[in-house]
């Protein structure tokens, strides 16, 4: 990935971060990596939530939502999976959010989606 997609990935997930502590949401993990993948975040309202955050520069004229991809979700699933069995929370209850980051000159558009589903 190219320097500056880096950095607007890395500024997506901290404005994400950020959005949902102000919504009450307790961080409990940040780019938590298995062999299954990585989690964005891991964050605890009521439940667990997974959530994954996309970034995208208003110049690629797409919603950062086209990039969660049904192979994404699927992966997504199982590494969630891991996460659960690996912390001993497999009786949780738990969801999927998906956090959608829009770089905009010097300014970021964020859209919440919750409890996203998964084929």
Not at 41 to 58: G, P, Q, R
Not at 96 to 113: A, N, S, T
Request: net charge positive; with cysteine; glycine share 8%.
């Amino acid at each position: 990935m190219p320097q500056e997609g880096r950095r607007i990935g890395v500024d997506g997930e901290r404005i994400a971060e950020r959005y949902l502590i102000s919504r009450g949401y307790k961080i409990l993990k940040k780019n938590w990596f298995c062999y299954a993948g990585e989690l964005d975040i891991v964050a605890y309202k009521d439940k667990i939530v997974f959530v994954e955050v996309k970034t995208l520069s208003s110049r690629s004229g797409e919603d950062p939502s086209v990039m969660l991809t049904r192979r994404k979700r699927i992966k997504w699933y199982h590494t969630s999976n891991y996460f659960l069995l690996r912390n001993k929370l497999l009786g949780a209850q738990w969801r999927f959010d998906f956090v959608g980051v829009i770089k905009d000159g010097k300014r970021y558009r964020l859209r919440h989606y919750r409890n996203i589903s998964i084929p």
